[in-house]
């Protein structure tokens, strides 16, 4: 009788319709020749991780290599899909035995972003894996015990089970590595370009108000060592708070850069007062009168979110009495000379009137000026400076306004704030140079608009002088990146052209016509120089750059594709213009750096 037996598969798969009188596994013997044939190896991959052995009962079994969990494993009844199976489920299975060596078939989604793709090799990487993971880390803010929670072990384990999770300190190495690796690159640009570069810096203070760098002195050491790590020299402002020791850190910075010869203008403009601050100042003053004690920005969007709720307030106070006696326990003052119901000024404590929430409106419309304008000049990621004196001056209307508003605490508040304003901006000599000049190298401006509003901020003695010392310093400032420019044009060598038409001139008529040639590059240079500079009559770029019609003011106007689409027109003056569009206004950018 025939045995319908398990033949195995190269791929390990069973083939139960198929007869078979025996197993490859077994061995056969010739009955006519008496002779052993040589017995055939496994050829089911999951031999690889399973021992044959045979028990107490005779009976053929398999041991997996890492749990010892037995199967049946006769090669005359038995399979080896449960083997498979088991290696799929295995707890203690090695997953990352795969042949790393081995391209896989990829599907690659389209780059064009339509449904079909692309069919590509893959080979897995663990290094490639693991700068990839650590990158995550970095870009989503993770912390570095992620890799160590279970559910992310959990979703690595189904999707790429070969890859060997690293421990928290060594993604924390690979951060690292990863941050010097940038840091060299970032290096070699700098090296490269050259740049004149604009700072912000804060310093730290401790939850036990532990200010740990607070000298001057110090402060501009730990700068001056930050920038001979980058191999940055070239510095044209600073941009700090107003805090006294901010000054001391400004002036020991243009002593170092003056003795680098890269303090441009002496440092005049060196020191940019934080704008951001000084708006603080002013709005944390004009609440002073009305005994706010907490943050102006605090209090305008719990005012903001409350003046929706009125009739919610209103009608709470009929279904709560609690309500009530909420605003007298803690509206009231707490002595007992006091009526219970009354606050310092005698005015009764209740639930707040129509009168109360037309005041929250008023004050919510006042805090909400400031408080779109602090956020505008706070931005990092698009140019701030050109706007400096723009909202400086509309500020000061704003104040103006104020202080003639019916409205007496308004009024009040008004007048506090103007004070402060004065402090830092009504001085015009104390005032840095670069807020001006960075809003005449506005094309919608120039010295259309900036004059005028210098004048109607100053009045007409006091503007016109400021105007005329703004005009002069940024022709000198202008002057400055002319030198530069002529400096870099001696070293910059002829062009071929020129120098085959000077050889060929100098071969037909000797040595008398390599002075002339000389004289040609001299006049060249000098043509250029003149084109610049504007000498002989001529206009120079800032000239002709402030000639010009002003561009229409638009809320696309963009600032940066002008003068790059302009630069050929103003090659000098554009150079000028990047420094100076660079200036940050705010040093909230390095206070969100301590926050992170």
């Known amino acids: 009788m025939t045995q319908t037996g398990s033949r195995v598969s190269e791929s390990g798969a069973s083939n139960e319709s198929i007869p078979n009188t025996s197993s490859p596994n077994e061995v056969e013997v010739d009955v006519d020749t008496s002779k052993k044939r040589k017995a055939m190896e496994p050829r089911a991959n999951c031999w690889k991780h399973f021992d044959k052995f045979t028990d107490e009962s005779g009976a053929s079994k398999a041991k997996c290599k890492y749990c010892a969990k037995p199967y049946a494993a006769s090669t005359s009844s038995n399979g080896t899909s449960s083997m498979n199976t088991h290696m799929r489920t295995c707890p203690k299975f090695p997953r990352d035995t795969v042949d790393k060596g081995q391209n896989l078939i990829n599907f690659l989604p389209s780059s064009t972003g339509a449904k079909e793709g692309l069919i590509s090799t893959w080979k897995y990487d663990q290094a490639q894996s693991r700068r990839s993971l650590a990158k995550m880390i970095i870009v989503d803010e993770l912390p570095f015990s992620f890799v160590e929670k279970e559910g992310f072990k959990n979703f690595m384990r189904v999707t790429v089970p070969q890859f060997h999770i690293p421990s928290r300190r060594t993604v924390t190495r690979d951060c690292y590595e990863l941050y010097l690796e940038e840091k060299q690159l970032l290096k070699k640009v700098f090296k490269e370009a050259r740049p004149r570069v604009c700072l912000t810096t804060d310093t730290w203070t401790s939850i036990q108000k532990i200010n740990y760098i607070h000298k ?88 903001d979110i409350a003046q929706h709720f009125e009739l919610a307030f ?188 000077s050889s060929s001139i100098s071969s037909v008529s000797g040595c008398g016509n390599f002075v002339n040639r000389g004289r040609m590059r001299t006049k060249q240079q000098f043509e250029k120089h003149k084109e610049v500079s504007g000498s002989s009559g001529s206009k120079s770029e800032l000239e002709r750059y402030l000639a010009e019609d002003i561009e229409s003011d638009s809320d696309d106007f963009d600032i940066l594709k002008w003068w790059k689409v302009n630069e050929p027109r103003f090659s000098i003056l554009a150079e000028m213009v990047r420094d100076v569009l660079a200036i940050p206004i705010s040093s909230v950018a390095s206070e969100c750096a301590f926050s992170t």
């Open 216 to 303: 001057g002195v110090d402060i501009a050491a730990c700068i001056t060592n930050c920038l001979l790590e980058w191999g940055l020299d070239n510095v044209f402002t600073i941009t700090v708070d107003n805090a006294s020791s901010n000054d001391v850190t400004v002036k020991e910075m243009s002593k170092q850069l003056s003795n680098w010869g890269t303090n441009i203008m002496n440092g005049d403009h060196l020191h940019v007062r934080c704008m951001t601050h000084i708006l603080n100042l002013i709005v944390q003053d004009g609440l002073k009168e009305i005994d706010v004690p907490t943050r102006w920005n605090s209090t305008y969007l719990m005012l």
């Open 314 to 501: 209103e009608r709470y106070s009929f279904y709560d009495i609690g309500y009530l006696n909420h605003l007298r326990t803690f509206g009231s003052d707490s002595s007992e000379d006091k009526d219970e119901t009354s606050v310092e000024d005698g005015t009764s404590v209740d639930i707040l009137t129509s009168v109360d929430w037309k005041n929250v409106r008023s004050m919510v419309k006042f805090l909400e000026t400031f408080y779109v304008l602090t956020l505008k000049v706070s931005g990092s990621n698009y140019v701030t400076s050109n706007t400096h004196f723009v909202e400086i001056a509309e500020l000061n209307l704003i104040l103006k306004e104020m202080m003639a508003n019916e409205d007496g605490n308004l009024k009040e508040m008004a007048e506090s704030m103007n004070e402060k304003f004065k402090k830092y901006w009504g001085e015009p000599h104390k005032m840095n140079k670069m807020i001006f000049i960075s809003s005449i190298l506005d094309p919608r401006n120039k010295l259309d608009y900036v004059p005028f509003a210098i004048v109607d901020m100053f009045e007409k003695e006091i503007g016109d002088k400021l105007c005329s010392e703004v005009e002069k310093y940024m022709t000198k400032l202008f002057e400055y990146y002319v030198k530069k420019s002529s400096k870099s044009s001696l070293h910059v060598p002829s062009s071929p052209t020129s120098s085959d038409n």
